[in-house]
């Protein structure tokens, strides 16, 4: 039983959690996720690790609200209980020092970015960072980025504030030099900026999300195809090669349980969203 | 039923006592168990079968050497409760044995009454027994004062639990991490609920817990902690790897992540695991079409074929590339499966997956196989006929082509041996290359059994013991 001690609103539907897991929290390392069960009749969902804190034994993530699980875990409390979370799970990132790296964080993955840039930061990268989002009412920690990057660039889709999506990103490449890139967000996204910077030759990184179950290597249902290769995303990911990984592959097995997914949802929306926390 | 043929000697009963079943047309839309097992009166009867030969040929073919007819003759005497004693001196898991152990490949194999009609049903008494033993109250034997001593034991299935409750027994504090968020191993997310019921796992594992050992799920030993960390920062003395073959294979065909197309363990994982089949109530989901196909021919193939019919498919279809003659599940599911009405395809494999606009798996192009020398495993070696390809439609497809050992372990321990398979090097009784690590199960062996990976628990429980017992 894992306690959460903050639940808080970052942006509309977007929600921080802090929860008191000092087993996970003591081996955590950028780039690194759990996976979570409310209850006993949840079902297992991986979210990727924005925070952790060894000496109080917390970590933090943030999600999006978007389905059955994630809308039911906006609703608990501060002082109730997660029944389960198993972590860190995933390979660390590879944090050194590159020289120039470019920080593309998109959507909910704005959060688990800030992590990346601090520890590249403090390693002696001169960090770049863009947050981006659909709208601006989405936008969050872009204060926070500012403290740890050299520049901090907005963007959104509906160029409420910022940048009107990412084109401005070629210019910028045109401009500066960058060793390394690192792209957290919608699959969508990532994909966008891995064919940006591959004639430029910048090592790109990107965090796959596919569909998970265990997120231990035993299922493989978050398989993905890398240069070819198939992958698992939870062991042997989940940071691959932007330049190599079959991202379209990627966007169609994300969906496969769209229908079920929706029907999910609906029906506890309909029974009122029952907040027994699967009890 | 039995009928007596005048023979001279002893007079043998040959036709054992059928075990009651759920009729094949109810149980091909139900989870519910399929074998109902003995009542107190068949258990006599087939308990009277029993020769009580004075040289048992029986017990040899026991990989955890039960005394197999001392606890036949109790039940014939009506002492069950004694029963139940001698075959836990050997097994701790007995209600699982019954149920999933390959009696015909083992001690039924070697018994006498065999070569004259049926073996004595050895693995329908033991389920009995444990399942009589159920019904009443059961007390935990701990027999040992505490040692002072504490053992991690790494996964919860059949090793690990047979582990556990061996150095529970002899004193020790024992914290079992299991990965998942269920203990059992593959008898809770691989082994469907109508061969073996959740609650007779559930049950077991309590048991275990009484004994005073402790139970840490959703651990992931090698990421949460590594088996240096257990030995040198967190108290342990000794740890036991029982880890399993938890990782799926596939085929490499094209097409292969198309929509639709499932590895045994995602489709079994779901089913059994996360319950799937109760969805929406439960909340992970699933979806089988009208013409699943299965790939592979062992006990996973079967399991994964039989849970597809009960969640609503049309029509199931085993692939499998070799012959029937040489399917490794075992016999006694292969009957039960056809006779729900599953189909089996010998000699063909898939060659690629045919997939519609919205990339879901419509069809399936296969090669028609012959036999041909037999290959390292002795078994004959399928070999593709040139232009024999065919295409089947389906909408689902399961594959159970076999499972590798995890490698989480292997790749965070510095200096733990392991073969080119992945498989953890030890020696006869579990001991690993490092000091106070043993092993067991199929991440020694690769996939195996049940009772093989109980086994080697106990033999591993046993060392450990005597080396906890010297340091
Ligand atoms: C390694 C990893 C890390 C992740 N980290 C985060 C995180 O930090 N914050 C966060 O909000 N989400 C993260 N996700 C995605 C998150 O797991 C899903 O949003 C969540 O499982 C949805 O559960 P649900 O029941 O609420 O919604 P569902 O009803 O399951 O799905 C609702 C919607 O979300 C989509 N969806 C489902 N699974 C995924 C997925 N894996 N990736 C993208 N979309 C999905 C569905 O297609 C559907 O449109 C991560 C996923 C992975 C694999
Ligand atoms: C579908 C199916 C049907 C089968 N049917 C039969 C049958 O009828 N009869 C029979 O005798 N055998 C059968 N088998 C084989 C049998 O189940 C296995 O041989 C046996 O379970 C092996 O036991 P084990 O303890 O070695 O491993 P497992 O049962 O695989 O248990 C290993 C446990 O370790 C956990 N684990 C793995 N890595 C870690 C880690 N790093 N940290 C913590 N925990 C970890 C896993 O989550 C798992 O719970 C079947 C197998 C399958 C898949
Ligand atoms: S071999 Fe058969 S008949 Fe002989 S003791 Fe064993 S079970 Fe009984
Ligand atoms: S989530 Fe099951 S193998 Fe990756």
Redesign the interface.
Known sequence: MYKILTNKELAPKIRLFEVYAP??AE?TLPGQFIIL?IGE????IPLTIAGYDHKKGTIKFVFNEVG??TKQLGLMKEGEYI???????GNPSEIKNFGKVLCVGGGVMIAPMFLQVQALQKTGNKVTTVVGARIKDLLFFEDEMKVYSDKVYVATDDGSKGYKGLDFLKDLLFKEKFDRCVVMGPVVMMKAVSEMTKPFGIPTVVTLTPIM??G??????C?V?VAGK?KFGC?DGPEFDGHAVDFD?LI??Q???LP??R??SL??EKLGGCSCG?K | MAENKPKPKPKIQKESVPIPKQKPEERRRNFNEVALGYTEEQALAEANRCLQCPKPQCIQGCPVEIEIPAFIKLIREGKFEEAVKKVKEKNSLPAICGRVCPQEEQCQKFCIVGKVGDPVSIGRLERFLADWERSIDVKALRDAPATGKKVAIIGAGPAGLTAAADLARLGHKVVIFE???LPGGVLV?GIPEFRLPKSIVRAEVDYIVKLGVELK????IG???TIPELLKYKGFDAVFIGTGA???Q?M?VPG??L?GI??A??FL??VNL??SYA???????I?IGKHVVVIGGGNVAMDSARSALRLGAEQVCIVYRRSRDELPARKEEIENAEEEGIICKFLAAPTRFIGDEK?WVKAMECICMELGPPDESGRRRPVPVKGSEFVMDTDTVIVAIGRTP???IQSTTAGLEVTKWGTIVTDENGKTSLEGVYAGGDIVTGEATVISAMGAGKKAAKAIHEYLMKK
């Open positions: 087993e996970v081996k069960i009749t949840g079902e297992r059955k699980t029944e389960t979370i198993t972590g860190p799970l179950v265990d231990m290597g035993m299922c493989g249902v398989r195809m198939m062991v592959g169609k097995r969906r496969l349980f079920e997914e029907l999910s029906l506890w699967g | 990965a998942l968020h997310y799920l959703g651990y992931l990421r949460t902690f938890g990782l799926p596939f490499g292969e992540n929509g499932y590895s363990n995602e994982i779901r996360m319950k969805f929406p109530a439960y909340d992970t989901p979806r990339g995890n490698p989480i």
